[in-house]
């Protein structure tokens, strides 16, 4: 598998990573030797990125990787760890909080629950509106210094607080949605990360299933945060969605490939400093996901693509209006 380094600072990773949160967490159900299978799969396979949060499951996700390791080895690849995210009990979301006190008991945890002595990427999952982006940034590099962390990265945050942060120190990356549907990262965002030399690991490449070629009508409504809290999924929005999905099927299947191959091979397009994470919980899945990296789009096969599906032509916001108002990348 080819790579691409992230950022002027960052690693050397593979062409795509693996994002792990619907192992544990907010996509229902999942098989637990299943989910070990498919991460040890990725590692054979060559992807190295390994993405995953220290409130996925409350931990559960940082202990399957830690499984996964331990059968695979720890060397060659590159963890990225999101925190900051609250939870209670139940599992409800309870705020956010990157305090420099706080993120660096995170970060123990962390360590002691994927029992590696290193953290490639630490990144605070979102802006904390009671924390200068300046102190938790700070907090991390303290912990570079200490070799807790090796690098930092961001997530979901606007352009302005891209630069606050990285006058602090260098930032590896950013980590944001970013689909065929879900482009606001080009209005502005982009531009500033090139400029600055910051990589892009982008999530939703598939925008949580929705185009993936696999999703339909009457899946709305299933229980798990998609159905119940994602707006493209639900009603009329869905509807439309699904007619997006439909012309992309009419192009995959003109080039001989995929839904989910084409819009995963879409976002790889878009610059070399970019690098998908794709959700596979299975090693179906992620078969299908790895072979993406063999679709070459043309310049006429993107135009069809942009034509299909233009910025803009989803309908729904990518999440609910409480979790919008609060996120940065969305509100700077």
């Known amino acids: 598998m080819q790579t691409r380094k992230l950022g002027r600072t960052g690693p050397q990773v593979a062409q795509l990573g693996l994002g792990l949160m619907g192992m544990s967490d907010l996509y229902g159900p999942a098989d637990r030797g299943e989910s070990l299978a498919t991460i040890r799969a990725a590692m054979d396979a060559g992807v190295t990125l390994l993405d995953t949060g220290d409130f996925y499951g409350m931990g559960h996700n940082e202990m399957l990787l830690a499984e996964a390791l331990a059968a695979g080895g720890r060397d060659g690849v590159q963890i990225s760890v999101k925190f900051g995210a609250l939870r209670d009990p139940a599992g409800n979301w309870a705020g956010i909080d990157t305090r420099p006190v706080a993120l660096k008991n995170f970060a123990a945890y962390s360590l002691k629950r994927l029992g590696v002595e290193h953290i490639d990427i630490y990144r605070p999952a979102r802006l904390d509106p009671n924390v200068p982006i300046e102190d938790t940034v700070g907090a991390i590099a303290e912990l570079v210094k200490a070799g807790r962390v090796k690098h930092i990265g961001l997530s979901e945050v606007g352009s302005e ?172």
Not at 230 to 237: D, L, M, W
Not at 308 to 318: F, K, L, M, N, T
């Open 161 to 332: 607080t891209l630069r606050r942060a990285h006058a602090v120190h260098p930032i590896a990356d950013l980590q944001i949605e970013y689909s065929l549907i879900s482009r606001g990262i080009e209005n502005g965002i982009l531009q500033t990360c090139r400029e600055l030399g910051i990589g892009i690991t982008a999530y939703g490449v598939l925008s949580r299933g929705l185009i993936s070629g696999h999703w339909s009508k009457q899946r709305e409504g299933e229980a798990d945060f998609r159905g119940l809290a994602s707006p493209r999924f639900q009603g009329e929005n869905l509807d439309r969605n699904l007619a997006l999905v439909e012309k992309l099927r009419a192009i995959a299947g003109e080039l001989g490939v995929s839904v989910a191959q084409v819009a995963i091979a879409w976002v790889a397009a878009q610059g070399e400093d970019i690098v998908p994470l794709v959700g596979a919980r299975t090693r179906v899945r992620l078969e299908e996901a790895l072979a993406s990296t063999r679709v070459k789009l043309s310049p006429s096969d993107l135009a069809r693509l942009e034509q299909a599906v233009p910025p803009g032509a989803a309908s729904g916001g990518r999440y609910d209006a409480h979790s919008t108002a609060v996120l940065d990348s969305e509100n700077s």
